[in-house]
Nanobody
Framework: VQLQASGGGLVQAGGSLKLSCVVS????????LGWFRQAPGKEREFVAA????????YYEDSVKGRFTISRDNAKNTMSLQMNRLIPEDTAVYYC?????????????????????WGQGTLVTVSS
């Protein structure tokens, strides 16, 4: 299984970026997918997740209303549209695939529930 994240970059506060993740080597539509991020000196944290069908989505509280997770099962891709970015969003963003299909919102937010990870893409938001 391979996950390839892209789309990071430098943006001013208030701006937007769209991250993408291409997944290969697995039955794409059966897998929950998620985005995590890790800021310098901090632990990796959950950002958003989407079910295999795209019908269930979870977000970390600080990104609700600003970020939108989506997936295209025909193209084996997942995206994270990030709007109204703030400096606190600066981090390396990772896409990941869950090893479980449960809808448990606690498990979905746990990095330990994800079995495959992409290499990360850096997002830097300047003030």
């Amino acid at each position: 299984v391979q996950l390839q994240a892209s789309g990071g970059g430098l943006v001013q506060a208030g701006g937007s970026l769209k991250l993408s993740c291409v997944v290969s080597g697995v039955t794409f539509s059966s897998s929950w997918l998620g985005w995590f991020r890790q800021a310098p000196g901090k632990e990796r944290e959950f950002v958003a997740a989407v079910s295999g069908s795209g019908g269930i989505k979870y977000y970390e509280d600080s990104v609700k209303g600003r970020f939108t997770i989506s997936r295209d099962n025909a193209k084996n891709t997942m995206s994270l549209q990030m709007n109204r970015l703030i400096p606190e969003d600066t981090a390396v963003y990772y896409c990941a695939r869950r090893g479980s299909a449960t809808t448990n919102p606690i498990a979905t937010r746990s990095a330990s529930d994800y079995v495959d990870w992409g290499q990360g893409t850096l997002v830097t938001v300047s003030s």
